[in-house]
């Protein structure tokens, strides 16, 4: 419902619930963890999940990032086709039809895929070696998160040394993601915890190159975990997404919260007015996701998001600000999840003191295959 | 991804996550609910947010339903633009722009909307004048969910009359969603509640009549409550939804989810297979939702969704068949919540006798507007 109409206006004339880059804030961001990762050993590879968009992809690799990060195939597409070069899958891409488009995607910019199993392993390899092109593969090692990945150790090594033999492929090093740990505690329990979770991968990658394997880089790390994954001898690329336009459930954890500001909300309007203390605003869970918690207001204390069904949020006020607010009015509300709550959107407004600068699409939302 | 070259292949062909109509599934429940409504008292007018399809609303019209129920104004374009021609909204819709859109549309197609504010009221009356459109309003009510809605009795009569001298405006009479009830208990026990709840509407409704005032309609209902509602003396149109796909939650509610059969499920791909209990799928919190609880293997007794992250399910597999799952195989998942997972996806994949036989997009995906 959004065009080009809308570009010069004031966000008083964006209707809503519409989804609003504050620009401003968005390239404090990104400039706040350029300027971190230029004195960091390891090198930043941005997570696209959190914003599907090759335009905010780009200003991440100008400001200093080595390359996008992406969770599936046909994100991966979308930043290819918006103009990015080097893109790292972090999962396994499984079944002819999608390795087809890998290989076929491979000709055509620098990519990289998980893997952690032979078999797929050996059918990228065959779909590479007949379409000409060579793919970069991580073998994935499970870091504690218990998702995917082999076993760091003997597990991972054996199925290094098979993917080394592919033809097609080149291997790249290793996947591992903390994703347990990203929330985790205090920063100083996070930092002992991680360091504990990547012990086993470090060894693992000593005794790959004792044997003579060459190992580029070990790939992964989140925003709630930038500043010590980074910190890490043999950690070579970090994987943080959300920093760009932080969220309600990272506000609450300790560390990212303090150095990164909200640079995305959901512009909304109250629906209904039916009692002093409850106001009805009309986002829900077909415009914002409850998993990590709900959503919360940006511009005023007592007034809370308690629940949300379909295409209602239903909250709290308890401030005498909040009370006055009425049938109409428009507030700023933060996502709980950022990166789920973008992927239920088709358009970014884009925002800079309070006038629209542009219109882009969520080029990646809803690629899921 | 899915285009018109995938007619006619079988579903193993389907690439994954990918959301799949099962069209005898989705027919017989559609035939089922009008045969119990050519015998009752109320009429059926399905909520079309569980589907977004106006090819799915025109076979419920098709049945013997007589209109759609929808959420937003933009679901109600896309049932209009998709052949649909009695649309009932069953909320406010507020602000200048949106109501102009209403008012344009009114002229169009046979619309109705809820109100429970009566500036909002006059804004719609105001612009439809204006437009030279008349549209329908009905007086939202709240019977205990304490969402949207003025009270009961006087509140209520007051809204009405004043609605009633509204020029451009239709009374139509009373929305009233019994949603905290949807679910609630055992069948015996939810009839009781909702009989409960719809009380003091219909004592309002027999006050404002005897006041001479005219009330056409009180529309209200759901799924896991249109046996009950439909049956209450005063209640008119029932608006269930997700009977027409059904979901894993539903199954745990006694009553609908004996009477009707998931026709609805996430294809997906096991993606990998790293220990002997652990079934790794490509489905997660970007292609199904969790709000209501985890999706449902629909094939293996033994093998539970425990955990979604953005784009992986993380199922233990406990039985002997569900341990035979391999990378690459596919099964068939039920959403736990049919209406917001619908909203994840771009398209329907329909698919009869193991054969695709269409693919349909879902057109009101996203348009919460």
């Not at 992406?70 to 079944?95: F, P, T, Y």
């Not at 150095?259 to 002093?276: C, D, E, G, M, N």
Request: proline share 4%; hydrophobic share 40%; aromatic share 6%.
């Amino acid at each position: 419902m959004f065009g080009a109409d809308l570009i010069g206006r004031p966000i008083s004339e964006v209707d809503t619930p519409a989804l609003v880059i504050d620009a401003d804030a968005m390239e404090k961001n990104i400039a706040d963890m350029a300027t971190y990762f230029a004195k960091a050993p390891a090198e930043l590879r941005p997570h696209a999940k959190t914003h599907k968009s090759p335009i905010v992809a780009l200003k991440q690799i100008e400001a200093g990032a080595i390359g996008a990060t992406c969770a599936k195939l046909g994100e991966a597409e979308a930043l290819q086709q918006g103009g990015v070069r080097d893109i790292l899958i972090a999962n396994e891409i499984i079944g002819k039809r999608k390795i087809a488009r890998l290989v076929g995607m491979a000709r055509h910019c620098n990519i990289a895929v998980a893997v952690d199993n032979e078999k797929n392993a050996k059918e990228i390899s065959d779909a590479a070696v007949a379409a000409g092109s060579t793919v970069r593969v991580l073998v994935e090692v499970n870091i504690g998160m218990n998702r995917c990945g082999v076993e760091p150790g003997k597990d991972a090594i054996d199925l290094v040394k098979k993917v080394q033999k592919m033809p097609g492929l080149n291997f790249f090093g290793f996947q591992a993601y903390e994703g347990h740990l990203i929330m985790y505690g205090t920063r100083a329990e996070r930092e002992e915890a991680v360091r504990a979770s990547f012990d086993p991968l470090i060894e693992t990658r000593k005794q790959a190159e004792s044997e003579g394997l060459e190992v580029p880089v070990i790939s992964g790390g989140g925003t709630g975990t930038y500043d010590i994954t980074s910190q890490i001898d043999g950690v070579d690329e970090v994987q943080a997404g959300s920093y760009v336009f932080m969220d309600a459930k990272y506000n609450t954890v300790d560390g990212p919260g303090d150095k990164f500001s909200p640079a995305i909300y959901l512009w909304s309007t109250v629906v209904s007015r039916p009692s002093t203390d409850r106001v009805i605003l009309d986002i829900g869970l077909k415009t914002a996701t409850p998993e990590m918690g709900m959503p919360a207001f940006l511009d005023f204390d007592g007034a809370t998001v308690d629940k949300m069904s379909e295409e209602h949020g239903i909250a709290t006020v308890t401030s005498e600000d909040a009370r006055q607010l009425a049938v109409g009015d428009q507030v700023r509300i933060q996502p709980g999840h950022v990166c789920t709550t973008v992927n239920l959107h088709d358009n970014y407004v884009v925002v800079r003191n309070g006038v629209v600068e542009a219109v882009w699409n969520v080029a990646g939302r809803g690629r899921s295959q």
